[in-house]
């Protein structure tokens, strides 16, 4: 004979609280003290540079999404997985920036509407465009977050954070350096066979 369950009491239950009063422990844009031997000027300062930076990258992992989805034409296949492999490096470098700056005391931004507010990248529009609208949208993103990347690393390495400046160098120009190479050469007007008559 099955053994009848017999519900208990609430109170006998670890029940989940899930009914709670929202507090944020942290303002956006304080810094919480850390001991890792930075001065709060130079730790405000990487974190401001960072979470442009930041959103920036978002915005250009989110572009490659996009266009990974939406390419066309003779050379989709090799677009297509070169896209998402960006994607997957870029998605890779939001996480290290965003650790990064809570590592120094910061708050990282994180939802869409933040994200749209702050980026200085184009918005491109919601339909399809031609690859080389895609590319060369790939490239400009690129080239902002660049720029940003070595005057952030300038600024890091003369206020002695050298963390941020390794990440700077090391990681997010390390990666698009290469990703604006492989896409700028999409744009070559090479003939893909000659004749020689």
Known sequence: MAKKLVPTPATDVAQPQYKVDYRE??????????PIALEDN???QSVAVLN???ADTMTLRDMYKKHHWQMSGATFYQLHLLLDKHYEEQAELVDMIAE???ALGGISIAMAPDVAETTKIPRP??????????????????EIILRQAHEGADDADEAGDDGTNDLLVSNIIRTNEPQVWFIAEHLAETALVRNDS
């Open 25 to 34: 422990i942290q303002p956006y844009g304080t810094l919480r003290k850390l």
């Open 52 to 54: 442009q930076i930041l």
């Open 125 to 142: 529009p919601k339909g399809r465009e031609d690859v080389p609208t895609q590319l060369s949208r790939l490239l400009e993103a690129h």
């Open 42 to 44: 130079a730790r405000s």
């Open 100 to 102: 990064r700056i809570m």
